[in-house]
């Protein structure tokens, strides 16, 4: 709370006032505790301004945190949106990436292409002795015992190479 009163209001008649707060999101909220709160991981803020015991509210704001690190990230191309293809048979590349926590005692990536895709080569995890299976669509990465201890608070990630399918396009 800002307040001015007596000769300190009178020097600040019809000049702009700005108040400034520096804030941030407390490190041990994660991206579920905002989405529980909010629903959505945008946390909003708006201030009130009283003159002469007359409240307004002001535009309401938001400020958007990037994915904590405990949150998995699925990416096309680098990209967590979208990937604009030059030609229909072009091979794009989907990573997801998660980071181990210390103590974790299994960790399994799944990811289920749709029937339009083709996975192109060997699917691969970047943590000496996963192991990636392929069953279709579906593609899947487990680390356990001595593989996933040396993964502990380390990022791990998942790479899919695939293609719209030739009787697709």
């Not at 300190?8 to 000049?15: E, M, R, S, V």
């Not at 007359?54 to 400020?63: C, L, R």
Request: charged share 25%; aromatic share 4%; net charge negative.
């Amino acid at each position: 709370t800002a307040t001015l009163t007596g000769e300190a209001l009178k020097a600040q008649w019809t000049k702009k006032v700005t108040l400034t707060i520096q804030a941030k999101i407390k490190d041990n909220v994660t991206d579920a505790q905002l989405i529980a709160k909010y629903g959505t991981t945008n946390v909003p803020n708006e201030a009130n301004i009283s003159i002469d015991g007359k409240g307004k509210p002001t535009n309401k704001v938001e400020v958007t945190p990037p994915p904590s690190e405990d949150e998995p990230v699925k990416k096309v191309n680098a990209s967590t949106d979208t990937a604009k293809l030059s030609e229909r048979g072009e091979t794009f590349t989907y990573t997801v990436e998660q980071l181990i926590p210390a103590n974790a005692v299994n960790a399994t990536f799944e990811d289920t292409l749709e029937n339009v895709l083709e996975i192109v080569g060997e699917p691969t995890v970047d943590a000496a002795g996963a192991e990636v299976k392929v069953d279709g669509q579906k593609v899947t990465a487990t680390l356990t015992g001595e593989a996933l201890k040396a993964q502990w608070t380390k990022k791990v990630t998942l790479t899919i190479q695939a293609k719209i399918k030739a009787d697709e396009a």
